[in-house]
T-cell receptor, first 115, second 112 residues
């Protein structure tokens, strides 16, 4: 079975500082990894994905994520946080080797950026 | 290109009633998945439809059902509503079954 862990319920960072939101995963095959963001009373918005290739993936709004196979991690990063980045962030995984597997989400991490 | 649309956006029902939620995918997208989001359980997969056929189903009781039409629009139905069915129901569409999913704004269901 596949799973995703987001070990932090909440991350607090000051505006202008770098941010990291952590994600680790477990799949039996090769992972497809995704990050989504959810603003209040909204659906999930796609940020970026890792399928194959470069371990550093760049996405929307200045976000990037680093795939680390040995640590089974896919942490989301941004060099300089904005107050408007405050939202709920979800990491998700799909097993690319098990046919048509479903997308499994982590519990989410609330990011709070203070002015 | 218009995004995923879901109707209605908000719904209030009482226990025992049934409800139907609708999802219109992005034009050209053939796969539709449904999720239930609650504060306690997070995002849980309900089902996936592709070419009018249910391809995957999550661990939900038979009261939860769905279908997909030939134009890829999808509906989900919950019968005999329970208080615990109160949640945000999210629909996501993708070009194909393993492609990136794009989400709609959700339908917030409150069961009283």
């Amino acid at each position: 079975a596949q799973s995703v862990a987001q070990p932090e319920d909440q991350v607090n960072v000051a505006e202008g500082n770098p941010l990291t939101v952590k994600c680790t995963y477990s799949v039996s095959g090769n992972p497809y990894l995704f990050w989504y963001v959810q603003y209040p009373n909204r659906g999930l918005q796609f940020l970026l994905k890792y399928i194959t290739g470069d371990n550093l993936v760049k996405g929307s709004y200045g976000f990037e994520a680093e795939f680390n196979k040995s640590q089974t991690s896919f942490h989301l990063k941004k060099p300089s946080a904005l107050v408007s980045d405050s939202a709920l962030y979800f990491c998700a995984v799909r097993d690319s080797d098990s046919g048509y597997s479903t997308l499994t989400f982590g519990k989410g991490t609330m990011l709070l950026v203070s002015p | 290109k218009a995004g995923v649309t879901q109707t209605p956006r908000y719904l209030i029902k009482t226990r025992g009633q049934q409800v139907t939620l609708s999802c219109s995918p992005i034009s050209g997208h053939r796969s539709v998945s449904w999720y239930q989001q609650t504060p306690g359980q997070g995002l849980q997969f309900l089902f996936e439809y592709f070419s009018e056929t249910q391809r995957n189903k999550g661990n939900f009781p038979g009261r939860f059902s769905g279908r997909q039409f030939s134009n890829s629009r999808s509906e989900m139905n919950v019968s005999t509503l329970e208080l615990g069915d109160s949640a945000l129901y999210l629909c996501a569409s993708s070009l194909g079954r393993q492609e990136t999913q794009y989400f709609g704004p959700g339908t917030r269901l409150l069961v009283l």
